[in-house]
């Protein structure tokens, strides 16, 4: 299949993309609610 | 007091401000003329190419120079505080945009009539047959770049970095208004000089498109 | 978590689905073959990046008329993913253009403008991280916002205008003119697709900009007591 690394390429493109985009925010979310959490607990406490 | 009163207030304002210090136009304007000498170092146009290259060259010239320019428009007002005394003065929000907006074409205005006769000169253009039409070109592209500049010198003023990201947000929001003028111009660099009113109009509903824009949100523009 | 992984699943299905069709369900292309398979995510990707850019300008408006946070998180959510998408867009075209036309990139209208765009909403993010104050930053990013948005059909006219001469590039299809019936068929599929996804992770960034704000809400409150139990009248200690 001619210029078959090319199609992979951008077909991994694509999906890296979003993907890459993703795993920052969904990281960044979780490390966030594990903060309100935290914060959420100490205010209860004091 | 009507609109029209309050933004000739704030114009006297700012040119008397700018006129005792006159800093601004003699930096903008030298600074303009290095962009050309760069240019000419760097690409060495030959006298046909000069002919195609001079225009956008001139405007990108206008633009870097322009948009540094706009920069204290408002962040003098901000070290000083003033924007708050302006904002409590019974004058609609626009009408002090629209003053700045009138002092910064007339100081850009001022410099591009000083730069082109230079450019002319050092590329050996003929421009008293198309004077009228280029001045024609110049005011609705200087209009265009001065309003979108004040705004967005006005929401740069806020934030870090303010004089980086003026140009930042300036020069690709201005990329039409750059071909527009640019082509426009050429038409009349060209060897039969002929207008083009299309990219004309085009100036001209930039410039609407733009003022309309800056009407509608002067208030959050200017708010607390 | 059951809806999630349920909506996690759906998305990595359409993809399948989507990259199956796009590599067998699609009809050979006569002069570029294989690689004018990339098309089905290409245009996927503009879709997604309109859409997204829509949705972040009618968020602009609706801050500067309600003043609800919540406008303000779905525009730079949805300004984000309208750079992701841009960015796939972009990257799917050179990948595109080095095998069909043999040059990665050219000044051509559709480049160009999609370049400007890129640069313009990425410059809204920068002028997002330059401002500190929440409120100032919301109305500001989100007359930025709107400007960008007015440029963007001025900046395809302007070039089209300008480079009237020059083909654009994605003639096959671009307006559905003339598109076989199978290709249409498989675009069904994969356009939705890439759009499930812009979807779904914008609400994710949606998500995260509203925590944000929990969270600073939440470090004010513990401000605030900390500042009352530091001020204690005198005459509770005597």
């Known amino acids: 299949m001619k210029n078959f690394h090319f199609l992979l390429s951008a077909w991994i493109a694509v999906w890296a993309v979003f993907f890459a985009y993703e795993l920052s925010v969904a990281s960044r979310l979780s490390k966030l609610s594990e903060d309100i959490e935290r914060l959420k607990r100490q205010l209860k406490q004091g | 007091m009507t609109t029209a009163r309050a933004a000739a207030i704030v114009l006297a304002k700012e040119l008397r401000l700018e006129f005792r210090a006159r800093e601004l136009l003699t930096t903008t304007v030298v600074f303009a003329l290095v962009i050309v000498v760069l240019f000419s170092f760097a690409f060495d146009p030959t006298a046909g190419e000069s002919r195609r290259y001079g225009p956008g060259l001139l405007w990108i ?37 629209l003053g700045k907006m009138l002092a910064n074409f007339i100081f850009l205005s001022v410099a591009e009539a000083i730069l082109v006769p230079v450019f002319a000169v050092l590329y050996n253009l003929s421009l008293s047959d198309v004077a009228g039409r280029l001045i024609l070109v110049l005011v609705l592209g200087t209009l265009g770049l001065v309003i979108t500049g004040t705004v967005f010198s006005a929401v740069a003023a806020h934030a870090r970095l303010r004089e980086l990201l003026l140009p930042l947000l300036l020069l690709p929001i201005l990329a039409p208004l750059l071909i527009a003028a640019v082509e426009a111009t050429a038409s009349l660099f060209a060897e039969q000089p002929a207008l083009d009113r299309a990219w004309l109009a085009f100036l001209a509903g930039f410039d609407i498109v733009f003022l309309t824009a800056s009407w509608l949100l002067s208030d959050y523009l200017l708010e607390e | 978590m059951k809806g999630r992984a349920a909506i996690t699943v759906l998305a990595a299905a359409l993809i399948f689905f989507a990259g199956y069709a796009a590599l067998f369900v699609a009809p050979d292309e006569a002069t570029m073959h294989e690689i004018q398979r990339v098309f089905y995510f290409h245009l996927g990707s503009w879709a997604a990046m309109y859409s997204a850019l829509s949705v972040a300008f009618i968020a602009n408006v609706g801050w500067l008329v309600t003043r ?75 007359i930025f916002g709107i400007f960008a948005f007015l440029d963007a059909p001025l900046v395809y006219a302007s070039n089209r205008l300008w480079r009237g001469q020059h083909p654009s590039p994605v003639i096959l299809g671009g307006d559905n003119s003339g598109l076989d019936p199978t290709m249409g068929k498989v675009l069904l599929i994969t356009v939705p697709a890439v759009m499930v996804v812009m979807i779904l992770v914008l609400v994710d960034r949606y998500r995260l900009e509203k925590l944000r704000y929990e969270l600073e809400e939440l470090r004010l409150v513990e401000e605030e007591r900390g500042s009352a139990a530091n001020s204690m009248p005198i005459k509770e200690l005597s």
């Open chain 2, 61 to 97: 010239a206008f633009l870097f120079a322009g948009s540094l320019m706009l920069n204290p428009s408002f962040a003098r007002e901000q070290s000083n505080q003033t924007l708050d005394a302006l904002r409590m003065a019974p004058v609609s929000p626009f009408a002090i945009l």
């Open chain 3, 68 to 142: 609800n946070p919540h406008w303000d998180w779905l525009g730079v959510a949805s300004v984000e993913l309208g750079v992701v998408s841009c960015t796939a867009g972009l990257i799917t075209g050179v990948l595109w253009g080095k095998p069909a036309w043999g040059i990665w990139w050219t000044w051509d209208p559709r480049l160009t403008t999609c370049f400007i765009l890129w640069i313009l909403y990425v410059s809204y993010l920068i002028l997002r991280g330059l401002i500190e104050e929440p409120q100032r930053r919301a109305t500001l990013s989100a």
